[in-house]
């Protein structure tokens, strides 16, 4: 087995330091399978899939994205369901219809089964709620209404941006724009709050995007999507460590969105602009990554497509491996399913020779806490300029 030893030191600002020094273990590869889903807007047809889940037959639910008609107006005849696909990613039906009544969506976004209940849970932006269904479809109820924070200028992104869940059934669900997590029973009630402040300190956010909880220790992963890292709480909401920072080289990140943790606590991030997965250690320690950005006939990279173009990169590049944006993610039993964001279509990946990472030593592990006021690694507001911000290149173009 290869070993990288790496050493690094992050001075995180409101007080800890990371000495990140490990003997880094290759253990983890991925590779294409086949894809689920196509670009366009029939039956069994993509765009813009966001949450992705699979229950324990091998089904897959992929959240489809909002209709618009030309004028922005909302084309509830389009999208705005739950796609349901085969084990071998045949169409089977759909879970909820567009439109704002009981059981309906305007944009889902985050998809997940509860794995006490078996209830399917799935965020529901424009109508501002939580749709919450049976193991079959069938609608139960909407909660949440109205706690998730609107627009706020400078982002086109909002409202519930992740689900998971702990031990007991209670749900985990993030609120993008409130830089928080909300904690519900698995019957909707409101019991808890982690977070709510914006910024870069430990236990701040800026754009809360995927959340997942580990089934290991039950610790809370979440992609931070405009800090370019991925933060990880304990299971009271306490920050433990902050990996990842802006940039394309290995173990950077810009915008990522979704993330999966699987029962060895290797963590899986869609790295959104760099077009690409990346998998890290419990302890953030880089261990591969896997996909590049869809090309065009001269070889160079398809943009993500302005807010008046639809929702497709043009032209579509649907070579295995080649992503517009990677999103919403799922893994489950040895296969990683990632949204293949402006291509619409899913690509699913295999795991292979995954195992424990064995633990570095106490002394290229060692975190202390209570020291240092500096950054290093995670700049103050306004000291470090974002590498690429998506929202102010889509308003240019508008």
Same mark, same amino acid.
């Given at each position: 087995m290869g070993l990288v030893k790496n050493l690094s030191i992050g001075i995180l600002g409101t007080g800890f330091i990371v000495l990140a020094a490990a003997a880094q273990a290759k253990a983890v590869t991925l590779t294409y399978d086949r894809s689920i889903g196509s670009p366009g807007?029939?039956?069994?047809?993509?765009?813009?899939?966001?949450?992705?889940t699979v229950d324990d037959s091998g089904n897959t639910y992929i959240a489809n994205g909002r209709g618009v008609n030309p004028d922005g107006t909302p084309n509830y005849n389009l999208g705005d369901k739950i796609e349901k696909f085969s084990p071998s990613g045949q169409y089977i039906g759909a879970i909820g219809s567009g439109g704002t009544g009981p059981?309906?969506?305007?944009? /889902?976004? &985050?998809? #997940?089964?509860? /794995?006490? &209940?078996? #209830?399917?849970?799935?965020?529901?932006?424009?109508?501002?709620?939580?749709?919450?269904?049976?193991?079959?479809?069938?609608?139960?109820?909407?909660?949440?209404?109205?706690?998730f924070t609107p627009v706020i200028p400078g982002r086109i992104f909002f409202g519930p941006s992740g689900v998971t869940f702990d031990k007991t059934g209670n749900v985990y669900v993030g609120d993008f724009n409130g830089e928080r997590i909300l904690k519900f029973t698995s019957d909707g009630q409101q019991i808890g709050v982690i977070g709510g402040t914006v910024g870069t300190a430990p236990g701040q956010f800026q754009g809360v995007a995927g959340v997942r909880i580990s089934p290991v220790s039950g610790n809370i992963f979440v992609a931070d999507q405009y800090n370019n890292r991925v933060q990880v709480l304990d299971p009271n909401g306490n920050s433990l460590l902050a990996f990842g920072s802006a940039g394309s080289g290995p173990g950077q990140l810009l915008q990522p969105i979704g993330i999966e943790v699987d029962d060895q606590e290797n963590v899986y991030v869609a790295d959104s602009i760099n077009s690409r997965v990346q998998v890290f250690d419990k302890n953030g320690n880089f261990l591969t990554s896997y996909g590049q950005p869809a090309l065009d006939a001269s070889g160079k990279p398809v943009p993500p497509p302005a807010l008046t173009d639809g929702p497709f990169g043009n032209p579509l590049d649907l070579t295995p491996g080649r992503f517009n944006w990677t999103g919403g993610t799922s893994y489950k039993d040895g296969k990683l399913y990632v949204g293949d964001f402006f291509q619409g279509r899913v690509q699913v990946l295999n795991v292979e020779g995954r195992r424990q990472v064995p633990e570095?030593?106490?002394?290229?592990?060692?975190?202390?806490?209570?020291?240092?006021?500096?950054?290093?690694?995670?700049?103050?507001?306004?000291?470090?300029?974002?590498v690429f911000n998506l929202e102010k290149e889509l308003q240019k173009q508008c």
């Amino acid at each position: 087995m290869g070993l990288v030893k790496n050493l690094s030191i992050g001075i995180l600002g409101t007080g800890f330091i990371v000495l990140a020094a490990a003997a880094q273990a290759k253990a983890v590869t991925l590779t294409y399978d086949r894809s689920i889903g196509s670009p366009g807007f029939g039956p069994g047809e993509l765009f813009v899939p966001q949450g992705i889940t699979v229950d324990d037959s091998g089904n897959t639910y992929i959240a489809n994205g909002r209709g618009v008609n030309p004028d922005g107006t909302p084309n509830y005849n389009l999208g705005d369901k739950i796609e349901k696909f085969s084990p071998s990613g045949q169409y089977i039906g759909a879970i909820g219809s567009g439109g704002t009544g009981p059981g309906q969506f305007d944009e /889902p976004t &985050t998809v #997940d089964f509860n /794995p006490v &209940t078996g #209830d399917l849970y799935a965020g529901d932006v424009y109508n501002n709620r939580i749709n919450q269904f049976d193991s079959e479809g069938n609608f139960i109820r909407s909660f949440a209404n109205g706690e998730f924070t609107p627009v706020i200028p400078g982002r086109i992104f909002f409202g519930p941006s992740g689900v998971t869940f702990d031990k007991t059934g209670n749900v985990y669900v993030g609120d993008f724009n409130g830089e928080r997590i909300l904690k519900f029973t698995s019957d909707g009630q409101q019991i808890g709050v982690i977070g709510g402040t914006v910024g870069t300190a430990p236990g701040q956010f800026q754009g809360v995007a995927g959340v997942r909880i580990s089934p290991v220790s039950g610790n809370i992963f979440v992609a931070d999507q405009y800090n370019n890292r991925v933060q990880v709480l304990d299971p009271n909401g306490n920050s433990l460590l902050a990996f990842g920072s802006a940039g394309s080289g290995p173990g950077q990140l810009l915008q990522p969105i979704g993330i999966e943790v699987d029962d060895q606590e290797n963590v899986y991030v869609a790295d959104s602009i760099n077009s690409r997965v990346q998998v890290f250690d419990k302890n953030g320690n880089f261990l591969t990554s896997y996909g590049q950005p869809a090309l065009d006939a001269s070889g160079k990279p398809v943009p993500p497509p302005a807010l008046t173009d639809g929702p497709f990169g043009n032209p579509l590049d649907l070579t295995p491996g080649r992503f517009n944006w990677t999103g919403g993610t799922s893994y489950k039993d040895g296969k990683l399913y990632v949204g293949d964001f402006f291509q619409g279509r899913v690509q699913v990946l295999n795991v292979e020779g995954r195992r424990q990472v064995p633990e570095p030593s106490s002394a290229l592990g060692l975190v202390l806490l209570g020291l240092g006021a500096a950054t290093v690694t995670l700049q103050k507001r306004g000291q470090q300029k974002p590498v690429f911000n998506l929202e102010k290149e889509l308003q240019k173009q508008c």
